[in-house]
């Protein structure tokens, strides 16, 4: 049995890696906020990191970036569409919506390569780590039970840790409750973050729950059913895409260390 480590046992054995950079991904979500704060507050050096997937409700990115400047936090912000060329709504409007075979295909285009961006921002040795810490927690799911002893992680460049990954649910309630960390209203009503809607995971009755948070966003969802639909693809936001469609994007499932809140739904 693994281990059960602490957070600064962790974020030690990260630091002797001496990465280069130091970035905690910052969704909007609880689990995130516990891990930017903690983060924020015990390790020198730190940067706040907010995707910006394009498809997401933009009073979570809001938020992220009041609360931020509220604690005096640098931020960086990647965007999806405008740093990375990804279009969410020219990529549905190509494929169908994504369904669950295809999420890690999003996760690919809207995040991944946003985390590439970044390397290429501030990377600037052939040998240098660039550390991306995030809220993954044991008991979120079975997937992750199977982080135990994994809590550092490495892929090419990039060196994911997971500082809070053995706290429960209820400390990383009482430990936002004790800092006073602002909540999102967002997460407080939708029940996640809300930082991206691809509609992997999208369940019926989704879409109403979103219009209850931001019409807007419901609405723009809506109009881009009927552009979907009419190049070709008869499947709505909230549906699984027919076997042939789900087969492609199956061919093209990828890692995915930086989509806490779908990866619990998996």
Known sequence: MARILTPEEIVARALSYKPAEIFIGYSGGNDSAAVVHWMMNNVPGCKVLHINTGIGIERTRQHVRETCAAYGWELVEIRAKEDCGQDYDTIVKKYGFPGPNGHQFMYRRLKERCIEHLLRIYKTKRSDKIMIATGIRHDESKNRAGYAGREINFKGAQMWVNP???????????????????????????????????????????????????????????????????????????????????????????????????????
């Open 164 to 266: 809070l990954y053995w706290w429960t649910g209820t400390d990383m309630r009482q430990y936002i409750d004790a800092a006073k960390m602002p909540r999102n209203p967002v997460s407080q009503m939708l029940g996640m973050s809300g930082e991206c809607l691809c509609g992997a995971y999208a369940h019926k009755g989704e879409m109403a729950l979103v219009r209850l948070v931001c019409p807007a966003t419901a609405d723009r969802l809506k109009r881009l059913e009927d552009e979907v639909k009419a190049c070709g693809h008869e499947w709505g936001w909230e549906d699984r895409p027919p076997t042939v469609a789900e087969q492609f994007i199956a061919k093209n499932q990828y890692a995915m260390p930086f989509c806490n809140g779908c990866e619990k739904a998996a």
